[in-house]
């Protein structure tokens, strides 16, 4: 029956990518008109007034990488702070029709980390432990700020490697907040109510079932939640099941849409990044690399999850359909796969299938896609850390022409690569680090369900998800104890940070640098050599870091399925 | 200079690389090369363990062994570039020998003294067959000096007060005549005691790019420790444990000991090079800053074009006889020793078969050339005729003739303003009062350069040509000679002026240069090229000095700085593309046991896709092909990439191809023909 669906397998892929494709590029205008206006009248200039006005001196001047890097900072403790306010303080705040009780203080720190940094890492149920109070001004409120910081912080970065002083934090913030996630959040959401998504403000249902059972049915202002969830690549579900609950993705269409609505900003983002730094062609070539890696791993997840999940190996169950365990039906067979990828790719982490469920190699693909974290990547995020892969693309590249090596005509020197190998030894560290120590002591041993090649995936790939502040979980993790709270909570905050100033502070030292005119002899970064070059050191510098904590997990447990 | 051994791998220069290869295991010169460092440390482990490694004592004693040879070969590879560079730097010390100097004080009393005692500032007087005692200027005489201990050249050169030619370096001899010189440097720091320092690389730093590629090297080192170190707690949630050689000899393979090896090779090799071709450079930025360069500034004459203009046609005026306007620009060159003049006698023998006369001094006065007169010419007196004959710049014999109260052919001016436009220049030619016509003389360029120049243009180089000639003049040689731009009437002001507008526009500027008037521009150039024949001032302000004084060789100069840094990048792709094949050697031996269900290997053996003997001859033809490599590519490293006039897309194209695709491929063969052998041999 579902391999005769109209949207069988590859179809779906195809409408969602090539729609976003050409989404995207209007998108990617709108982006650099809002966030970085260059005009100086018109609706846009009056916006742009406003939020000079709002802040006061804050918001006064254009700063170098240090003083933005500072504002950017500042608000995010803020945020954090804020955020664990309202939540140690749940029982006692407005909005808890329900009645939700107090949070466990580590759960309450790894939460407020979870979501000031994008990440939506959940150890808790939101249906269970959250209050609509709690899920609005605590979570939904960070979903909106801490995405606009990652949009804010690209928009800086480019404005450097344009030779121009980063900018404004706080007035960049509020340009993406409000001239960007706003509106297309609205209008997402309209789209969802209109699917069948639940938009209340009220408490739970009690309903009585045909049986004569009570049963407590939740809901909540989820189509608002959803919205912004998908869009800022946060992923944190209003329920715990996230996107495979039927209020929370209740039917193919709003599948589509939400699965649209996760990659079409982060796409956006690469144009934004194209625009300002004035090479539109580098920002194709960037867009086709990523592409690549997108559809290679899209490949194989999709080639891994036709066939049955290895557990039916020699049952006499039809072995025609793939594997469905943990998929939704209402959504088709190809709408695990590519949602699994694309979630991965970017740093959303929602999910509209169970990972732990998926078969052992496509288990994998998210991995890779989280190790590398720059496949589009999260909104601004994803785009910043491509760029700390170009410097040493660059850096190689360039001298392999002859040249000491530079970026969009400022030279690469030994400040610049320092720090972009800094950002890249902080990700493996908080990825390798975190697991060796909870797969060698009591603090994880014990904690996944399964044991072997496949717990030890768990734990890979939660430390995995916290380092790229990804928030998918693979499940079957026991993970909300106070040493996965501290731990994940702590690489939460290191990997969205370090990741931020360092290549801030890389595009504040080009920013000062002669730049150099370009001939034939200086490397072109917007022909497909230079794409082929950037997807080399990606694999080269990024993945082959991974490969042997890869063995150990998805591929010994994949090599022991085939035996 | 004395001619170092040619050959890569002559054995004058491998025996003492063998003995320097085991003096730079001293930790404290390996501390410099993180790379080279962490291979030291995991060779000691492994040394260590070797005791206590029981049933494994054969493997772990040879993996110890290999370890070590790897360092050995990264410090032969060192050596050997320094080698070269020793060879000559002995040499140039020969001719260092401390002599005796005279110094005057004074109303012409000299005194003797040791070289070694002058001071900057003191004047010398050296006669013919003494070595001058230290560099200076030559301020009184002329002399022809052997220059060969330093340059090599055999044929002596002329040094003269005054002008463009007046500095000596000490350790040359002087072969005819006497000449005063004042000393301009210090003891110690002179140009051969500089030359030596640069050649012995003593005091070698490393460059801007070189640190930079360090840095990224102990970067991705020490990422590969951690993906090392965290392996052994994976280990143990699978239940295995990996002993710290296997380990070792993991992170060995991994971490980029190919390029960590060779890096120093490479950058001494690159200045060595430039010595070979005769060009010294002040330090190591020079040179990598030679390959950055996209603008060169050229002086036409001698680079460009041959250093003489030539006669190439006479052009008569109205009624008068080309025969007979060629035998009087003939009569009036006999005694003009220029090229120009010589090729007009040429040029009137091969068109007329006029034969060049001997005119004794009785009857023929010659009046030579001036830059006041702007003419040269002849007096005839001899019988009864009495013939004046000049020629010169048109406006010069213009106004002759007209003192002579004659007058100047208006077609005679016309054909003389279309030579000028054609790039050439005219001389008129006058006997008496009468112009006879126009001699056509032209800048002859040199063969193979406008090819040259469509090379330089593919790579991305614009060349400038700079000229005193009129801008007609300059665009029309500049056309022939296919050069970018050129820079007519050019002044040294000019030149300073078109060298920071060039760099204010983003480019590179690369310039030749000789006179004292060329110092302010060679130094604002970011390569400056002085000629070694120049004055101390302008081999002072430039970052390289040509001793064969070929302002060509900047071209070739900028080849091997961009080769140099090409050869960096090469390598560091082709080290961190070998990674993928050693994974699969060694991950598949270590893993080999994890969670295998009966007697036989677990399921990651599957990962064994090269079908390698023993997890033990794996790990072994892993680290042995690391090592290997090196030796391997210590050739490459001291010669360099093959370079080639291409644009930067297409040089990338190939270098990813070769050392890239490469790079990957190259030890899935290699690892897996060692492990044949050490099954063969029996050593596994």
Not at chain 1, 395 to 419: D, I, N, Q, W
Not at chain 2, 462 to 486: C, Q
Not at chain 2, 489 to 498: G, V
């Amino acid at each position: 029956m579902l391999a005769n669906s109209p949207f069988a397998g590859s179809s779906l892929a195809v409408l969602v990518l090539v729609g976003c494709a050409l989404l995207s590029w209007p998108l990617g205008r709108w982006l650099r008109a809002a966030m970085d206006p260059q005009t100086a009248s018109g609706p846009l200039a009056r916006c742009d007034a406003w939020f000079r006005r709002l802040g006061g001196g804050a918001t006064a001047g254009e700063h170098g990488w240090r003083r933005y890097c500072v504002q950017l900072l500042v608000f995010n403790v803020v945020m954090f702070t804020v955020g664990v306010l309202l939540l140690a303080l749940q029982p006692g705040l407005p909005l808890n029709p329900d009645g939700k009780g107090a949070l466990e203080w580590s759960l309450v720190f790894h939460t407020g980390a979870s979501f000031t940094t994008n990440t939506n890492l959940q150890h808790y149920s939101g249906e269970v432990a959250m209050s609509h109070g709690s899920q609005l001004w605590a979570l939904m409120w960070q979903q909106f700020v801490s995405a606009a910081t990652g949009l804010a912080a690209l928009t800086a970065l480019a404005r450097g490697l344009a030779g121009r002083p980063l900018g404004n934090f706080f007035v960049d913030v509020q340009r993406a907040t409000f001239l960007v996630l706003l509106p297309l959040s609205l209008l997402v959401a309209c789209l969802l109510v209109l699917g069948g998504m639940p938009m209340t403000l009220d408490g739970a249902v009690q309903a009585t079932t045909l049986e004569g059972a009570v049963q407590t049915i939740a809901r909540g202002p989820v189509a608002a939640f959803v919205a912004i969830k998908q869009l800022g690549t946060n992923g944190g579900g209003f329920f715990g099941p996230n996107s495979t609950h039927p209020f929370e993705n209740p039917s193919f269409a709003t599948n589509v849409v939400t699965t649209m609505a996760l990659i079409v900003l982060p796409m956006a983002c690469v144009w934004l990044f194209g625009r300002i730094v004035g090479n539109r062609r580098h920002a194709v070539v960037l867009f086709a690399a990523m592409s690549v890696l997108l559809l290679a791993k899209l490949g194989v997840a999709m080639a891994c999850e036709s066939a049955p999940t290895p557990a039916f190996a020699g049952l006499p169950v039809a072995g025609d359909v793939g594997n469905l365990e943990g998929k939704e039906l209402r959504f088709g067979p190809g709408a695990a796969p590519l949602w699994a990828v694309l979630t991965t790719c970017t740093s959303n982490g929602s999910v509209n299938c169970m990972h732990d469920s998926l078969n052992p190699l496509t288990g994998l693909v998210p991995m890779v896609g989280m190790w590398l974290n720059e496949t589009f990547g999260g909104v601004g995020v994803g785009m910043i850390n491509l760029f700390v892969y170009l410097v040493l693309a660059v850096f190689v590249a360039g001298m392999m022409v002859g040249r000491t090596p530079e970026y969009l005509s400022r030279r690469v020197e030994v400040h610049e690569v320092k720090l972009a190998v800094l950002a890249m030894f902080a990700h493996a560290l908080c990825i390798l680090g975190g697991t060796a120590l909870f797969a060698a002591t009591s603090w994880g041993i014990g904690t996944p369900n399964d044991p072997g090649a496949h717990g030890f995936s768990e734990i890979l790939y939660e430390f995995t998800s916290a380092a790229a502040n990804n928030g998918s979980g693979f499940e079957g993790l026991g993970d909300n104890t106070v040493p996965w709270n501290v731990a994940t909570g702590l690489v939460m905050l290191l990997a969205r940070f370090v990741p931020i100033v360092l290549p801030l502070a890389i595009a504040g030292a080009l920013a000062g640098k002669r730049t150099t005119a370009a001939s034939a002899g200086t490397l072109a970064v917007d022909t497909p050599t230079f794409g082929v070059m950037v997807l080399a050191t990606i694999v080269f510098l990024g993945a082959l870091t991974f490969l042997p904590a890869a063995a150990l997990g998805p591929i010994a447990e994949h090599l022991q399925t085939v035996r | 200079m004395a001619k170092p051994p040619t050959s890569l791998f002559a054995a004058a220069l491998v025996r003492p690389a063998l003995v320097q290869a085991v003096r730079k295991l001293d930790p404290r010169v390996l501390a410099r090369n993180p790379v080279m460092f962490v291979t030291m440390l995991g060779a000691v482990v492994t040394t260590v363990a070797i005791p206590t490694a029981g049933e494994e004592l054969g493997f772990v004693a040879q993996l110890a062994a290999w370890l070590w040879f790897t360092l050995l070969f990264a410090n032969f590879a060192e050596a050997m570039a320094e080698g070269r560079g020793k060879a000559q730097a002995d040499a140039l010390r020969a001719a260092r020998s401390d002599t005796m100097a005279n110094r005057l004080i004074g109303q012409g009393r000299i005194e003797p003294v040791a070289a070694s005692a002058l001071r900057k500032g003191d004047t010398v007087v050296v006669a013919v067959g003494e070595t001058i005692p230290a560099d200076g200027d030559v301020v009184d005489g002329i002399a022809s000096v052997d220059e060969s201990a330093i340059t090599g050249e055999s044929a002596p050169v002329i040094r003269e007060s005054g002008g463009d030619r007046c500095a000596v370096s000490g350790g040359t001899r002087v072969l005819s005549d006497r000449i005063v010189v004042r000393i301009t440097v210090e003891r110690g720091h002179g140009f051969l005691d500089r030359m030596i320092a640069m050649v012995e690389g003593a005091r070698r730093q490393k460059t801007p790019n070189e640190v930079a590629l360090t840095v990224l090297l102990a970067a991705l080192t020490l990422i590969f420790l951690l993906v090392c170190v965290t392996l052994q707690p994976f280990g143990q949630w699978a239940g295995a444990s990996f002993s710290t050689p296997v380990l070792v000899a993991l992170l060995v393979c991994l971490i980029p000991t190919t390029i960590g090896a060779l890096i120093s090779a490479i950058g001494i090799s690159g200045i060595d090079r430039l010595i070979q071709r005769n060009v010294l450079a002040t330090s190591g930025r020079a040179v990598e800053a030679a390959g950055d360069v996209d603008v060169l500034m050229l002086d036409k004459t001698g680079t460009i074009t041959l250093g003489n203009r030539m006669a190439t046609a006479f052009l008569p005026a109205p009624g008068i006889a080309a025969e007979r306007l060629a035998d009087a620009a003939q009569l009036a060159s006999l005694a003009d020793e220029t090229p120009e003049g010589r090729s007009i006698v040429v040029l009137a023998k091969q068109q007329f078969q006029l034969r060049g006369r001997e005119v004794q001094a009785p009857h023929a006065t010659f009046v030579p050339f001036t830059a006041q007169t702007r003419m040269s010419g002849v007096d005839l007196l001899g019988g009864a005729s009495k013939r004046r004959i000049r020629k010169g710049a048109v406006e010069a014999v213009r106004e002759f003739v007209a003192a002579q109260g004659g007058a100047t052919d208006p077609a005679v001016l016309a054909t003389a303003e279309s030579v000028a436009r054609g790039g050439g220049t005219a001389l008129l030619v006058a006997e008496g009062s009468q112009v006879l016509g126009v001699v056509h003389l032209k800048d002859v360029v040199k063969g193979g350069i406008k090819q040259r120049f469509a090379q330089l243009r593919a790579v991305g180089i614009r060349t400038v040509m700079i000229t005193g000639d009129n801008p007609l003049t300059a665009a029309a040689i500049a056309a022939e000679a296919g050069v970018d731009a050129f820079l007519a009437q050019a002044t040294p002001e000019t030149k300073l002026a078109r060298i920071r507008e060039e760099q204010a526009k983003g480019h590179l500027v690369a310039m030749t240069g000789d006179g004292t008037n060329d110092a302010p521009a060679l130094a604002q150039a970011d390569v400056g090229v002085a000629m070694n024949t120049g004055t101390q001032a302008a081999r002072e302000a430039g970052n390289m000095v040509d001793l064969d004084s070929n302002p060509t060789k900047l071209l070739e100069i900028v080849e091997i700085g961009k080769q140099l840094i090409m050869t960096r990048g090469a390598l560091t792709t082709f080290s961190l593309a070998n990674d993928l094949a050693k994974y699969f050697a060694i991950l598949p031996a270590m893993f080999a046991g994890i969670y295998a269900t009966g007697p036989g290997p677990g399921p990651l053996a599957a990962l064994d896709v090269m079908h390698l003997h023993s997890p033990h001859s794996a790990i072994l033809a892993a680290v042995v092909f690391n090592a290997l490599v090196i030796l391997l590519l210590i050739p490459l490293a001291l010669r360099g990439v093959a370079w080639r006039a291409a644009g930067a897309a297409a040089v990338l194209r190939r270098n990813l191809l070769v050392y890239g695709l490469g790079g990957v491929l190259a030890p899935f063969v290699g690892i897996k023909a060692l492990d044949l052998l050490l099954v063969a041999l029996h050593l596994v």
